[in-house]
C-alpha cells in the first residue's frame, strides 16, 4: 500500500498516520516529524528548516523533496509506505511522482481528513498547551491555515482527477476516525 494523508493542519493528521500505518504493517513517513527531528538534533537540515517552521511556511521545495526522496529509498519503505505531511504543493506532486515511477510504482489511494477551521484552530490551542509545539501559537495557526488553503488545498482537485481520493471526516473520536480512515482505504 502506497498512501497519502491529506488535510489542514489540526486536522489529526499525525495520530491518525500512526494509527493507520501501524494497522497496515507500513511505516508512517511525516515530513514534519522528521524536520522537528532535525530542528532538535540541530543538523544542518533542521537549522535550514527551522525558521520557515516557527513562521508557519512551508520549508522549500527542493529541500522537502531531497529528504523524502532518500527516506523512500529506505528498505522499510520498500513494501509500502503512509506519507503525513507531503506532498503539499503542486510541485511536491511532481517529484513525487518521479520518485515512484523511478521505482516503478504508484499510488493506490489519497486520504483526505476534513475538519472545518474554527475545530482546527481550537485543536491546535490545545495541542500547544500540552506539547509546545512552537508554531502552535494564534498568529502562526492562522498563517499555517492560509498557507494550506493556498498551497495545499489545491491538491485535493489534483488527486480526485486522477480519480485517487477518498475523503474522511476528521470529526469525532480518535477511535472512530481511525476506523473510518480504514474503511475508506480498504473500500
Ligand atoms: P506538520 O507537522 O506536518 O504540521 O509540519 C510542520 C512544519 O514542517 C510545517 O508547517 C512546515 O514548515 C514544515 N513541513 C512539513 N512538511 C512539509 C512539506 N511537505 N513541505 C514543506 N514544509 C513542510
Same mark, same amino acid.
Given at each position: 500500500?502506497? =498512501? +497519502?494523508?491529506?488535510?489542514?493542519?489540526?486536522? %489529526?493528521?499525525?495520530?491518525?498516520?500512526?494509527?493507520? /500505518?501501524?494497522?497496515?504493517?507500513?511505516?508512517?513517513?511525516?515530513?514534519?516529524? +522528521?524536520?522537528?527531528?532535525?530542528?532538535?538534533?540541530?543538523?544542518?537540515?533542521?537549522?535550514?528548516?527551522?525558521?520557515?517552521?516557527?513562521?508557519?511556511?512551508?520549508?522549500?521545495?527542493?529541500?522537502?523533496?531531497?529528504?523524502?526522496?532518500?527516506?523512500?529509498?529506505?528498505?522499510?519503505?520498500?513494501?509500502?509506505?503512509?506519507?503525513?505531511?507531503?506532498?503539499?504543493?503542486?510541485?511536491?506532486?511532481?517529484?513525487?511522482?518521479?520518485? =515512484?515511477?523511478?521505482?516503478?510504482?504508484?499510488?493506490?489511494?489519497?486520504?483526505?481528513?476534513?475538519?472545518?477551521?474554527?475545530?482546527?484552530?481550537?485543536?491546535?490551542?490545545?495541542?500547544? /498547551?500540552?506539547?509546545?509545539? #512552537?508554531?502552535?501559537?494564534?498568529?502562526? +495557526?492562522?498563517?499555517?491555515?492560509?498557507?494550506?488553503?493556498?498551497?495545499?488545498?489545491?491538491?485535493?482537485?489534483?488527486?480526485?482527477?486522477?480519480?485517487?481520493?477518498? #475523503?474522511?471526516?476528521?470529526?469525532?473520536?480518535?477511535?472512530?476516525?481511525?476506523?473510518?480512515?480504514? /474503511?475508506? +482505504?480498504? %473500500?
Amino acid at each position: 500500500m502506497r =498512501l +497519502i494523508l491529506l488535510g489542514p493542519p489540526g486536522a %489529526g493528521k499525525g495520530t491518525q498516520a500512526k494509527r493507520v /500505518a501501524d494497522g497496515l504493517s507500513i511505516p508512517a513517513i511525516s515530513t514534519g516529524d +522528521i524536520f522537528r527531528w532535525n530542528v532538535s538534533e540541530g543538523t544542518p537540515l533542521g537549522t535550514k528548516a527551522k525558521g520557515y517552521m516557527d513562521a508557519g511556511e512551508y520549508v522549500p521545495d527542493h529541500v522537502t523533496n531531497a529528504m523524502v526522496k532518500d527516506r523512500l529509498a529506505q528498505d522499510d519503505a520498500a513494501p509500502g509506505f503512509l506519507l503525513d505531511g507531503y506532498p503539499r504543493t503542486q510541485e511536491q506532486v511532481g517529484a513525487l511522482d518521479a520518485m =515512484l515511477s523511478e521505482q516503478g510504482t504508484t499510488l493506490d489511494k489519497v486520504v483526505e481528513l476534513t475538519a472545518d477551521r474554527d475545530e482546527l484552530v481550537d485543536r491546535m490551542l490545545k495541542r500547544a /498547551a500540552l506539547e509546545g509545539r #512552537s508554531d502552535d501559537n494564534p498568529e502562526v +495557526i492562522a498563517r499555517r491555515l492560509d498557507v494550506y488553503d493556498e498551497q495545499t488545498a489545491p491538491l485535493v482537485a489534483i488527486y480526485g482527477e486522477r480519480g485517487l481520493l477518498v #475523503s474522511v471526516d476528521g470529526l469525532g473520536k480518535v477511535d472512530e476516525v481511525t476506523e473510518r480512515l480504514m /474503511a475508506a +482505504i480498504r %473500500g
